[in-house]
């Protein structure tokens, strides 16, 4: 046959379609056939962890199951972040979700009262993995670090949805063979005094030839350690405004600036922009546009010294470096300094840090129980040390040692209540025009006044604004409660004491709630009363 | 055009079109259900999940006194204006290339065209963030080699911005008064390899009879290009015309990319779409974002309608 | 040949397309052997889980059934069109009108006391265009009623709500509190009571009232009880805080142990460890 060169050449195209094709359709058939063998249990697990190590770590503690329990296999299903609840909703309604699902994007309270199995009774009997373990006749609920207080699910369904295999804690990491050679020692800073040491000993290195930036910036990494800092700076404005006396984060100061007795131009909140505008000055310029990667490119590449991110880029960083890569608490200004000592009290306190990486079982999961049973083992001390180890990530169980590679990682008690953040209100408007201030701040020919100058003008709208969203989402809640605390009632009458319970609970959930309500309501309506006079 | 049938005779070929059937509900599902959904949610407070609640034109109220929202217009406005300056760039490399002797180099040039396309859009943003990166950035590093900057920066002296100044790298995307500057120059030179095939497939159509009656009367080449190869093709130029300010009206994924939900500083860099996305996904108001959306689509409409009825094409 | 050809064409088409619309179609609800009770329970779970759209049409399922004259189905079906997604105006006027009808065929039942207490919160909180004077009468008319049944009491609370922050008689907010102080002892119910405490405690601190006030009602919660953890540990630093302003040194000492002592895992726990420490060696906390 004569080869006809010409078709050969145009048949290339859909040859290699064919081919792609082929090989797909093989792909599928070899798993299906894996499926179908009815002698295997497969548990499936998605999540969006794509940091490095932590795959490798959920498949040693699948691993170490599967030795146990042979006739089983692990699937691990990543999926990226930005598209996860997508997919997510996608599997829920279509029937055919994994096993177990990591919760949080894509999952409201009501679509996890409806795709997700609770686990409230399986909460109270002890983890069978744990035996002859000092845990062993422990409730799998006390066997948490912070006893399951921050369960998904728990505040507005009073039932436990989530299961929690880490923690996270955010710190600032540093070069530490660089470190060493710009400033001569070892001793990383502890306080903010000892940071602007630091500054300083860049700044003598550049101008010997260095090219060195102190802190690595960016819109995601910033806020880490700023944040820190400003928190810390408003932490006796905080006591100080906080009329109910809960010593508690409170969020936004909004009774405050709504009765007028505060506002921006106080000592604590300059110092406290003041503080940022230093930390700033440390990092490159335009950092505000870079984003997180640029970042991390710019540690690992040592164009910087130290980089602020969470517990969960320990691997990752690591990985990436050729050096050593150390971490340490943020450098807080003491009480002793002499610029910023006056409004603060001292470092946060870490104690209720909750349970990261919380998996839900689906209701319908092709495998309840082996699910449960891998996630029990999972939050037990062997499987929960294996992932810890592996992954450089906190453990969420008591007693199992945190390794020492991030032994700077684990939660810290001792420290005081935290401060309030200007841009968190809770809402958007004022996080939206703190963003567009905040270059005003931290350029070179910037500063407190060229920021208040663009931000004071728009703060009091904002903060209208954001609160009349608190409002409203706070009333859509407070309205669903009514139905659900109805039917809790209901339901009580009908024989089921559980059900009262959480009647008693939704109750007093939605007392309170309410109260937050009407009181901020008032508040608003009178500062807008006021507002209308003073014009 | 073709002349419509009688009712009488699609009557009588009515199974003939049961075979669009398929076709009209992919449409219907994929392309008009979305806009329909979108037109209904306005009419709702809703989070975007499974609770809304119906509250009528209050969506539609709010608007009116979005300040952000209409400062946002002024700013696509100027983008709308400088993307028309924008398109000439195209329409002459389409015509360099239709004028070139050799067939076989107008091929490769069509071929080098094209072949930045298989670069998906989002790498191209990436890559144009690289280049405004203060430090590293391509175009800041352009600007020391070349000496711009430091013509800039007596410029500025001159003018006294406060934007360029000796020994500080320019903050393209932190400095307020640098936004629309670098949402205009982004994409620079500006050459769209559709928009080239698309008049080139017009200037195509252009007999060389043309060409040689226009030489012969004296004609040169910018008298060519005003006179013969422009106005006939005014209609791929119409097009693009209406695709440009759809596109620059509806988009916002360059401007988030760029500078954030927020707009960047000061929220120079706020667009309508990036408000409507803001709004949505960062404020978890969708049904006042669909609200917000409705307008942007009479306000496209609009314009389609102006630039349909002022922008003739002689046949 | 060719035209029967096309017919079958088109006819295949046609039935294709009415197989998928009629599948598309809901199911009939098939009429199970499960008694309207259950049903009823079934429809409850629902909605406690947050299923309001199941629940509500479980309700209409159960009400539609022939002979069927429930009139617990009637409060679940109108207590779901409260909730039920898109939440509209005509479904919260049909929540109402079933309401009504509860209350108007026998006014004194559970069901009756259950459908007054949601017909006055539907003009507080479930209407787009509020209307709390009229919450306020229907509240009234409940906790007249029945005033010691326990929605009364906690329409007592939501009524308080109301008149204090809301209503303009009297036209301040001091004088409304103390209106409202002295309707105090009409709270029987302990959950009413802290509810209605917490209220009093709040408006305490905004109207400015001395701290030995705020502490009352602080202490009127603590022994109403039944405060979830979270809460119990909020009122526990308050009081101690109130107390320490009102120089009450013995309570401030009392709560922060009762604090410390029950809170291990608490952010303000380390520095009210301080404090205590610095009053029991009679030195200044920070």
């Known amino acids: ?83 996860f609840a997508t997919w997510l909703t996608t599997r829920l309604v279509g029937g055919n979700p994994p096993d177990l699902v990591a919760l949080g994007f894509g999952i409201t309270d009501d679509r996890m009262a409806r795709y997700f199995t609770p686990l409230s009774e399986e909460v109270v009997k002890p983890n069978p993995h744990n035996a002859g373990t000092a845990l ?35 710190r600032l990491y540093y070069n530490a063979p660089l470190f060493e050679k710009v400033t001569g020692s070892k001793v990383p800073p502890a306080t903010y005094e000892e940071l602007t040491e630091v500054f300083e000993a860049v700044r003598v290195y550049n101008e010997k030839g260095g090219n060195l930036v102190a802190i690595a910036g960016s819109k995601y990494n910033s806020p880490v350690l700023m944040n820190a800092l400003f928190a810390a700076q408003t932490q006796k404005l905080n006591l100080e405004l906080d009329r109910r006396r809960v010593m508690r984060f409170a969020g936004a100061p909004y009774p405050a600036f709504f009765d007028g007795s505060f506002d921006l131009f106080s000592p604590a909140i300059r110092s406290a922009l003041e503080l940022s505008r230093e930390i700033g000055k440390n990092m490159p310029q335009g950092f505000l546009s870079l984003a997180r990667e640029d970042a991390t490119f710019s540690f690992v590449q040592q164009r910087s010294l130290m980089i602020a991110t969470g517990s969960w880029d320990v691997q990752s960083l690591r990985q990436e470096s050729s050096f050593e890569v150390a971490a340490i608490r943020f450098p807080l200004p003491s009480r002793q300094n002499p610029q910023y000592g006056a409004y603060t009290l001292g470092p946060g306190s870490e104690a ?177 009363k006021k507002r209308k006079t003073a014009k | 055009m073709s002349r419509p049938i009688s009712i009488r005779k699609a009557l009588l070929e009515w199974r003939l079109y049961l075979f669009i059937i398929p076709s009209i509900l992919f449409v219907g599902t994929f392309s008009y259900f979305p806009a329909i959904s979108a037109v209904y949610h306005s009419f709702f407070d809703w989070q975007g999940g499974d609770s809304k609640q119906f509250i009528g034109l209050a969506n539609f109220k709010k608007i009116g006194g979005d300040t952000v929202l ?120 500006w050459i769209g390899a559709v928009g080239v095939l698309i008049y080139l497939s017009g200037l195509q159509a252009i007999g060389t009879e043309i060409y040689e009656a226009a030489e012969l009367d004296g004609a040169g080449s910018w008298q060519q290009f005003l006179h013969i190869e422009f106005p006939l093709i005014m209609t791929q130029v119409r097009l693009s015309l209406v695709l440009m300010i759809i596109g620059t009206l509806q988009g916002f994924g360059l401007q988030m990319l760029l500078l954030g939900t927020s707009g960047g500083p000061e929220g120079r860099g706020m667009v309508p779409g990036l408000w409507m996305f803001n709004k949505a996904f960062v404020a978890g108001e969708f049904g006042y974002a669909c609200a917000v959306g409705i307008l942007l689509f009479v306000f496209i409409l609009g314009l389609t309608y102006l630039n349909n009825k002022y922008v003739r094409v002689d046949k | 040949m060719i035209r029967g050809t096309r017919n079958f064409l088109a006819l295949t088409v046609l039935l294709w397309v009415g197989t998928v619309t009629m599948q598309a179609e809901p199911a009939v609800s098939e009429k199970s052997a499960t008694t309207v009770i259950s049903a009823a329970q079934q429809a409850w779970d629902d909605a406690a889980k947050l299923l309001i759209n199941d629940a509500n049409r479980k309700f209409q399922e159960a009400g539609a059934m022939p002979g069927v004259e429930s009139r617990e189905i009637e409060l679940g079906e109108a207590t779901t069109l409260l909730s039920v997604q898109p939440k509209t105006g005509s479904n919260i006027a049909r929540a109402e009108t079933l309401l009504k009808k509860i209350i108007a065929e026998n006014g004194s039942d559970e069901t009756a006391i259950t459908a007054k207490y949601l017909l006055a919160r539907i003009p507080q909180i479930h209407l787009v265009v509020r209307d709390e004077k009229l919450a306020d009468e229907r509240f009234t008319t409940l906790i007249e009623e029945h005033p010691a049944h326990p929605l009364a009491q906690t329409a007592l609370v939501k009524r308080g709500l109301i008149r204090m922050y809301s209503l303009t008689d009297p036209a301040t ?64 630093v308050q009081i101690a805080e109130f107390a320490r302003v009102a120089g009450q040194h013995d309570v401030v000492v009392l709560y922060y142990t009762k604090f410390t002592g029950r809170f291990k895992r608490d952010s303000r726990r380390y520095y009210i460890e301080e404090k205590l420490a610095a009053l029991r060696s009679g030195g200044v906390a920070p």
Not at chain 2, 81 to 109: C, E, G, T
Not at chain 3, 205 to 210: E, G, M, V
């Open chain 1, 352 to 528: 209720e840090t909750g349970g990261a990486v919380n998996f839900g079982l689906t209701r319908d999961a092709p495998n309840p129980e082996a699910a449960l049973d891998f996630l029990k083992y999972l939050t037990s001390i062997e499987g929960n040390r294996i992932f810890s180890e592996k992954s450089n990530w906190l453990p969420s169980i008591v007693s199992v040692p945190v390794p020492e590679a991030i032994a700077p990682f684990a939660p810290v008690s001792e420290g005081y209540p935290s401060g309030f953040i200007l841009e968190w209100t809770g809402g958007p408007e004022v996080k939206r025009i703190y963003e567009n201030a905040f270059h005003r701040l931290v350029r070179p020919d910037g500063g407190v006044d060229q920021f208040l100058e663009y931000f004071e003008p728009r703060y009091a709208q904002a903060m209208v604004l954001d609160m009349e969203l608190t409002i409203k989402n706070g009333l859509r809640t407070l309205s669903m409660q009514d139905t659900t605390w109805i039917a809790l009632r209901a339901l009580e009458q009908g024989g089921d004491p559980r059900s009262g319970a959480k009647a008693a609970s939704l109750q007093e959930v939605q007392a309170i709630g309410e109260n937050s309500y009407y009181s901020r309501r008032y508040d608003l309506d009178e500062f807008e």
């Open chain 3, 173 to 236: 907010l001091a004088e409304r509190y103390a209106v409202a102080a002295k309707e105090s002892g009409n709270l029987t119910g302990p959950d009413a009571r802290r509810d209605y405490f917490l209220l009093l405690s709040d408006v305490s601190i905004k109207t400015s009232k001395p701290p030995e006030v705020t502490l009352g009602h602080l202490f009127e919660v603590e022994k109403a009880g039944n405060l979830r953890d979270r809460a119990l540990a909020d009122l526990y």
């Open chain 1, 1 to 83: 046959m004569k080869w006809d060169r010409e078709k050969f050449l145009n048949s290339i195209g859909f040859l290699l379609l064919a081919a792609c094709f082929a090989y797909s359709l093989v792909k599928i058939a070899q798993r299906r056939s894996a499926e179908q063998d009815k002698s295997v249990t497969t548990i499936r697990f998605a999540h969006w962890q794509l940091e490095a190590g932590t795959k490798a770590a959920l498949d040693a503690v699948a691993a170490e199951y599967i030795k146990k329990h042979p006739k089983v296999k692990i699937d691990q299903i990543l999926i990226p972040e930005r598209v």
């Open chain 1, 136 to 170: 062993e006749d422990v409730p799998w609920r006390d066997t948490f670090i912070d006893g399951l207080a921050s369960a998904p699910g728990l505040f507005n369904l009073f039932e436990y949805y989530g299961i929690p295999c880490s923690m996270v804690t955010t």
């Open chain 2, 70 to 189: 209409w400062a946002s217009f002024g700013t696509i406005g100027i983008l709308v204006v400088a993307n028309v300056f924008k398109l000439i760039p195209s329409i002459l490399m389409a015509v360099l290339i239709h004028r070139l002797k050799s067939d076989k180099w107008q091929y490769w040039y069509r071929v080098l065209l094209v072949v930045p396309m298989i670069v998906p859009g989002l790498v191209t943003l990436f890559i144009w963030k690289f280049f405004f990166d203060p430090n590293i950035g391509v175009l800041n590093q352009v600007l020391d080699a070349t000496g711009l900057k430091s013509l800039l920066v007596m410029v500025d002296s001159f003018f006294k911005w406060g934007i360029f100044q000796d020994g500080m790298p320019v903050a393209w995307l932190s400095d307020p008064n640098l936004i629309l500057p670098s949402l205009i120059i982004w994409g620079f030179p």
